[in-house]
T-cell receptor, first 113, second 114 residues
Framework: GENVEQHPSTLSVQEGDSAVIKCTYSDSASNYFPWYKQELGKRPQLIIDIRSNVGEKKDQRIAVTLNKTAKHFSLHITETQPEDSAVYFCAAALWNQGGKLIFGQGTELSVKP | DTEVTQTPKHLVMGMTNKKSLKCEQHMGHRAMYWYKQKAKKPPELMFVYSYEKLSINESVPSRFSPECPNSSLLNLHLHALQPEDSALYLC?????????????FGPGTRLTVL
């Protein structure tokens, strides 16, 4: 079955720096790759997603890139702010497994003022 | 309404109790999900409903019993739970059961089993 690996597990950056989180997936049939941000005690919130027919997507300070050949996708956060501190989860979904998301293990991002 | 709501927010129960978790969405979504999440771990899928029918059961113990009375409502009935079942229980919904449909999560019910 599909497996998603996420690195690093923890990431500490200074405010204003960039942060990059990387995920690799195993099943080339995966076609949807969302990223969720989860603050302490809160629900996972979708921050950006990308589909397999697109190589890059950007939304203000957040961007996601997808390399289908290498089977990896990355989250890029520029000009980090303390409120970006949270656990970030990547996920992958297969078109033929009806909505089932396979999550990475998460990255705890800490942005120091 | 663009939110998934869950009640209660917190629940403490003994191992012999019976309780229920409730989830509601009014976005017209036809797929609804139950996840279990331990601290700093990813959500683990438990059940998926599509058009009010159970579509996926991830080999969940029978002490967890899901129910989908209508397209807006999803319940999770709990009976004879173990302390290791203590976790955050998240509900989610998506437009349909298609790989690539965005899932929206509710705020969760934090369950403690004594």
């Amino acid at each position: 079955g599909e497996n998603v690996e996420q690195h690093p597990s923890t990431l500490s950056v200074q405010e204003g720096d960039s942060a990059v989180i990387k995920c690799t997936y195993s099943d080339s049939a995966s076609n949807y790759f969302p990223w969720y941000k989860q603050e302490l005690g809160k629900r996972p919130q979708l921050i950006i997603d990308i589909r397999s027919n697109v190589g890059e997507k950007k939304d203000q300070r957040i961007a996601v890139t997808l390399n289908k050949t290498a089977k990896h996708f990355s989250l890029h956060i520029t000009e980090t702010q303390p409120e970006d501190s949270a656990v970030y989860f990547c996920a992958a979904a297969l078109w033929n497994q009806g909505g089932k998301l396979i999550f990475g293990q998460g990255t705890e991002l800490s942005v120091k003022p | 309404d663009t939110e998934v709501t869950q009640t209660p927010k917190h629940l403490v129960m003994g191992m012999t109790n019976k309780k229920s978790l409730k989830c509601e969405q009014h976005m017209g979504h036809r797929a609804m999900y139950w996840y279990k999440q331990k601290a700093k771990k990813p959500p683990e899928l438990m059940f998926v409903y599509s058009y009010e029918k159970l579509s996926i059961n991830e080999s969940v113990p029978s002490r967890f019993s899901p129910e989908c009375p209508n397209s807006s409502l999803l319940n999770l009935h709990l009976h004879a739970l173990q302390p290791e079942d203590s976790a955050l229980y998240l509900c989610a919904s998506s437009q349909a059961l298609i790989g690539g449909d965005t899932q929206y999560f509710g705020p969760g019910t934090r369950l403690t089993v004594l």
